[in-house]
């Protein structure tokens, strides 16, 4: 996978994966909620991406990922809640 947001390749770790098959979120919902979805930083390297999909009854849908030379995809959550940083 690639992301034209990012202008990176996208590496879904195996946990991520598992957490996907888990929570029935394919790909091509992934790569949306990447491109299109809210963008919370944490630092420079960490964030979190979530997006509410109209079709869940689940949401926010969460991808926490690492932004390096690629962005790397660590896990995805369901029912998310955006909290202030401390």
């Known amino acids: 996978m690639y992301s034209a947001r990012f202008a990176k390749e996208i590496i879904v770790t195996e946990h991520a994966r ?3 098959a888990d929570r029935d ?4 919902m ?4 990447i491109e299109t979805g809210n ?4 630092d420079d390297k960490y ?3 979530f997006k509410h999909f109209s079709a869940r009854n689940d ?4 991808a926490a990922a690492v932004e390096e030379d690629r962005l790397v995809v ?3 959550m369901i029912n998310w809640t ?3 940083p401390t």
């Open 59 to 62: 949401n926010l849908v969460c």
């Open 18 to 20: 598992a957490r996907m």
């Open 25 to 28: 979120i394919d790909e091509p």
């Open 39 to 42: 963008l919370r930083r944490i």
């Open 30 to 33: 992934l790569a949306d909620l």
């Open 47 to 49: 964030m979190f991406l």
């Open 82 to 84: 955006l909290r202030e």
């Open 74 to 76: 660590k896990t995805v």
